[in-house]
């Protein structure tokens, strides 16, 4: 279903852009203009970009329609949570990994920005479910 290459290129390219806006701006910016300016790279390097999406959550029949908001979607395949914060988080790993569950997507980036070295703020997740 889904290609490693070509998740690894997009993830890839996810980090550059989020090192080099960091290497740029550096830390104490809004998350959301971390985010705005992460979907801006990434659609100027080709890929398709989704803010804000809002994500669905059905249980036991129930559809909650506006249960979550995904910052970013890169080419409908990897997900991304933007953080500003001077400390990583494990919930933010749990939180993204719950939208690779209802997507039934394979894997997703934490991109802190608020950290001194922008390589310290990011997490791959991998969705175990989705791993062949």
């Known amino acids: 279903m889904f290609d490693d290459s070509h998740l690894d290129q997009i993830t890839e390219n996810i980090v550059d852009a989020c090192i080099q806006i960091h290497r740029d701006l550096g830390p ?3 998350e959301s203009v971390y985010e705005v300016l992460l979907a801006d790279e990434l659609e100027r390097g080709g890929h398709k970009v989704e803010r804000q999406k809002e ?6 029949g129930r559809i909650l329609e506006h249960a979550f908001r995904i910052d970013i979607l890169v080419d409908q395949r990897v997900v991304i949570e933007v953080k500003a914060t001077e400390k990583s988080a494990r919930i933010h790993a749990r939180q993204l990994l719950t939208y690779l569950r209802i997507l039934r997507l394979p894997v997703g980036l ?3 920005f608020g950290l ?3 390589i310290d703020g990011i997490n791959r997740i991998n969705n175990a479910r989705m791993v062949p």
Not at 55 to 60: D, E, G, K, M, N
Request: net charge positive; no cysteine; hydrophobic share 45%.
């Open 28 to 30: 104490g910016l809004f």
């Open 55 to 60: 994500l669905p959550l059905t249980y036991r």
């Open 110 to 112: 934490v991109a802190n």
């Open 116 to 118: 001194d070295r922008m």
